[in-house]
């Protein structure tokens, strides 16, 4: 299983469609094998689902996503976990120990010239 985390600076970036790196977790009989941080380049939004699938991911774990968002990741068969905040590598141990404390409802509306309201 791939699992990714949108990444900035060993934290979960909070606006999916416009991160930069995913940190991409291998996970073998239910430990992390393997982490690696992966550029998007330069694609955001739609794109990044494409990105993803690219990738094996079959699980998201970010902050605020929204509803297009949700739907193409669904359709790809990737399981989202949002409203996470905090470190990728904690939330990724969390999510192997089902512990992960996240909002199925987290949502990312935007708003006029840039502005954009995440809420997890």
């Given at each position: 299983?791939?699992?990714?985390?949108?990444?900035?600076?060993?934290?979960?970036?909070?606006?999916?469609?416009k991160t930069a790196q995913f940190k991409l977790y291998t996970v073998e009989q239910e430990t992390i094998a393997e982490s690696r941080v992966v550029g998007t380049n330069g694609k955001g939004h739609g794109e990044l689902v494409g990105v993803?699938?690219?990738?094996?991911?079959n699980v998201l774990i970010c902050g605020?996503?929204?509803?297009?968002?949700?739907?193409?990741?669904?359709?790809?068969?990737?399981?989202?976990?949002?409203?996470?905040?905090?470190?990728?590598?904690?939330?990724?141990a969390a999510f192997l120990a089902g512990t992960l404390q996240y909002n199925p409802?987290?949502?990312?509306?935007?708003?006029?010239?840039?502005?954009?309201?995440?809420h997890s």
């Open positions: 299983m791939i699992v990714a985390a949108p990444y900035e600076n060993g934290m979960i970036f909070q606006h999916f469609g993803l699938k690219g990738y094996g991911v605020g996503l929204g509803a297009g968002a949700k739907t193409a990741l669904a359709n790809e068969g990737i399981k989202v976990y949002g409203g996470v905040t905090g470190a990728c590598d904690d939330a990724a409802d987290a949502a990312c509306k935007h708003h006029g010239a840039g502005e954009h309201t995440c």
